[in-house]
Nanobody, 121 residues
């Protein structure tokens, strides 16, 4: 069973930085993509950053230039470096991994437990 364990959330002032970590129970290259989502109460979960197994990254305009996703294959860990944080970045952040199965054909999503990020002075 896939397990994703997040760490690194907390309270930071506007303009500050945080780095989130997501440790996977298996090789990160076994996943089609890994990424980070965030969700505020009463809102839909939204993509923050993703990285394919081939290393291609994707960011929404709201975080482009401020957030960076990276990985360490030796540690089976994916990171989210968040710089120039704004109050509107306050959310619960979730690590996501997508694995492809052939029988039956499907993409299976796995989620971490979430970590709170609060940007406030």
């Amino acid at each position: 069973q896939v397990r994703l364990v997040e760490s690194g959330g907390g309270l930071v002032q506007p303009g500050g930085s945080l780095r989130l970590s997501c440790a996977a129970s298996g090789s990160i290259f076994s996943f089609e993509t890994m990424g980070w989502y965030r969700q505020a109460p009463g809102k839909e979960r939204e993509l923050v950053a993703s990285m394919s197994s081939g290393g291609r990254t994707n960011y929404p305009d709201s975080v482009k230039g401020r957030f960076t996703i990276s990985r360490d294959s030796d540690l089976n860990t994916v990171y989210l470096q968040m710089n120039s944080l704004k109050p509107e970045d306050t959310d619960v952040y979730y690590c996501n991994a997508v694995k492809r199965f052939s029988i039956p054909p499907r993409l299976q999503h796995y989620w971490g437990q979430g970590t709170q990020v609060t940007v406030s002075s």
